[in-house]
């Protein structure tokens, strides 16, 4: 949680920082601010509240400087106020601190530095960090690098920092640990953040920091990199891959909108290069020398979180039905903690748009211990998990801001499907005709998805009606209740709509009391394999008075009679309906969020990437 930016140039750094943090305002958005450093002179201007409460709050103020950091926050400790908000200063006055993660031993080292004269402000576990360089500072007689090495040798947690010094006022340290740190290096200026969509538009160069690294960053020097044992590293510079108008709402008006309509295209750059119809094979570069480990594997464990769980869910079916491999899926946050059976027979995926995640970083971290290989499943390249992981499969779905996750959950199940065919081929579980059949239609679907989004005004015109809703249930079978579960999570997390993803069939097993004439029921009853026994759990539902709206396969008549409302998809295989069938769902959470005022981009109390535990 919460976003760094910093910059050190011959350029005034605050409109820099600002347009930086209106990027980063996707990772926390409860207060922001800034720190300036002028010659000597450093200035912080912080308030409660969103970037825009930050610009209003400097009118009139002081904003020289041509080096800088920036804060956005989602609060841990402490409640989000203008104290908490970051940047922290020292005791001093002389140094200026941002953070993003955890200091988890802060307490005692407050008690400790409490003892020797420091008065803390703020609530803040940050706070504790930037007083214990100051004392280092004084008490070592050492510059801020050698500082902040030692104070980072002392401190349990995850951090991401950039501290300044007005007694070195050319100069800015950052460091990393399990929170993700990006290093831009442009002419004779250089960026920091926590990922490198402030950076992008100033330059491509940059330095993915390493755990346990230090950057100190210098006008006369240039980047230096050193780690914590104070050991010289060569800073590996590497190309963004990443372009600035996919940073921008394109004419939508929420960023969320923008990425639902992209599918169809983040659909297909997820398959480019890895589906070949002319030569009937998938082709994964990043997992090519694992294929035998997949072939042979005895079992598969996927473990993710929220979304990406859920895509995993699906990616279970799949494994299933065209690999037949078993595979066990695992929310990433119990799976750290339970003491699992892994080992190194294992396979296991963990997927994650931000590839940042701390509770799947962790199950990665401990699977890995146990000697399992680990695939992963990333969106955002460079990120910790793509680089923990022994090989993977970018989703290549282009950045994706909306706090809710859409186009990350389909490029997640597209990749997962290509995996699954590709080891049902290797496997000969799949017999080539019905391979190629299956890699035909999954090359349909970005089209498919097209004519979905062209039901847009029919779902709104749904989202009207039941906007008031205060519960909703969600039903599929198969391949569909990973995404009731989904299109639950979808309407909660940016409508505040209390709302329930079951297997259709467990309905009658407790939920079913829930259901009377004020209950919207969205039921995924396309033509398939459970298609009969749905129609029978939506007579059930009828016949108690819920509203049922019915995602059906084109041309369905049966369910039309019984529904409230129906929304058609194309028809396409069992496997591949999950990539359909969510698209009404991300929708009519989107125009019922905005029916009911809530803030559709940035939802209360959430954050894009959720790297604290
Ligand atoms: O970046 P990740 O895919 O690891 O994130 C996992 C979840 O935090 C994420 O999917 C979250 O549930 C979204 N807000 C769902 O829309």
Excluded at 185 to 208: L, M, Q, R, W
Excluded at 222 to 239: A, C, D, M, S
Excluded at 404 to 428: P, R, Y
Excluded at 567 to 588: G, H, K, M, N, R
């Amino acid at each position: 949680m919460c976003g760094i930016v910093a910059y050190l140039g011959d350029k005034e750094a605050y409109p820099i920082l600002i347009n930086g943090l209106r990027r980063l305002e996707y990772r926390g958005y409860d207060s922001a601010g800034v720190a300036l450093m002028n010659g000597d002179v450093l200035t912080i201007h912080k308030c409660q509240g969103k970037v825009s409460d930050l610009e209003s709050h400097v009118v009139g103020k002081s904003l020289s400087g041509s080096i800088g950091i920036g804060h956005t926050r989602w609060a841990t400790h402490g409640p989000p106020n203008d104290v908490n908000a970051h940047p922290h200063r020292s005791t001093s006055g002389d140094l200026a601190l941002i953070h993003n993660g955890i200091i988890e031993n802060y307490a005692s080292i407050k008690e400790e530095l409490g003892h020797r004269g420091h008065i803390f402000q703020s609530d803040t576990d940050t706070e504790v960090l930037v007083h214990l360089i100051d004392d280092i500072q004084r008490t070592e007689k050492v510059d801020l690098a050698e500082a902040v090495r030692l104070a980072l040798a002392s401190v349990v947690g995850a951090y991401a920092i950039v501290v300044l010094d007005s007694k070195e006022p050319d100069l800015m340290v950052a460091a990393r640990k399990s929170s993700p740190l990006v290093i831009g290096i442009g002419e004779g200026e250089f960026f920091c953040a926590s990922d490198a969509t402030p950076i992008v538009e100033h330059t491509k160069n940059v330095v993915y920091l390493e755990d346990g690294e230090i950057a100190v960053i210098d006008r006369t020097n240039g980047l230096k990199i050193r780690n914590v044992k104070n050991q010289e590293k060569t800073p590996f510079i590497q190309e963004l891959e990443m372009h600035l108008e996919t940073l921008e709402k394109g004419g939508y008006d929420h960023f969320m909108l923008k990425e639902i309509n992209e599918q169809p295209r983040s659909i297909r750059d997820s398959m480019r290069g890895r589906l070949n119809l002319a030569k009937g094979e998938v082709v994964l570069g990043g997992i090519k020398d694992y294929e035998q480990k997949f072939v042979n594997a005895k079992r598969i464990l996927i473990v993710g979180c929220g979304t990406s769980w859920h895509a995993g869910m699906v990616g279970e079916y799949l494994f299933e039905e065209f690999a037949r491999i078993p595979v066990e899926v695992e929310y990433a946050s119990e799976f750290r903690y339970r003491n699992p059976i892994v080992n190194e027979n294992d396979l296991v995926i963990a997927i994650s748009q931000s590839g940042e995640t701390a509770d799947t970083l962790a199950a990665i971290e401990l699977a890995k211990n146990r000697g399992a290989t680990i695939i992963g499943i990333c969106n955002v390249v460079g990120s910790s998990i793509a680089r923990v992981t022994h090989a993977g499969s970018y989703t290549h779905a282009g950045p994706e801001i909306g706090v809710a996750s859409t186009k990350a959950f389909t490029a997640q199940v597209t990749v997962l499907t290509l995996m699954a065919l590709m080891v049902g081929q290797k496997k000969g579980v799949l017999s080539g005709s019905n391979f190629y059949r299956l890699l035909n239609e999954l090359d349909a679907i970005p089209e498919k998805v097209q004519k979905v989004l062209a039901t847009e005004a029919q779902i709104k015109y749904i989202a009207d009606i039941y906007k008031d809703a205060t519960n909703a249930l969600y039903l599929g079978r198969g391949y569909s209740f990973p995404v009731a579960l989904e299109g639950a999570l979808k309407l909660k997390e940016i409508s505040y709509i209390h709302a329930e993803g079951y297997p259709a069939a467990e309905m009658k097993h407790g939920p079913i009391a829930l259901i009377d004439e004020e209950m919207p029921v969205f039921v995924i009853a396309t033509k398939g394999a459970s298609y009969e026994k749905v129609v029978s759990n939506i007579q059930e539902v009828k016949a108690r008075k819920g509203k049922i709206i019915a995602i059906v396969t084109q041309g369905d008549s049966v369910v039309r009679e019984l529904a409230d409302h129906v929304i058609e998809i194309p028809e396409t295989p069992d496997a591949l309906v999950p990539l359909l069938s969510v698209i009404p769902f991300q929708l009519i959470s989107y125009h019922i969020a905005v029916m009911r005022g809530c803030n559709v981009d940035q939802p209360r109390n959430l954050a894009k990437s959720v790297t604290v535990e």
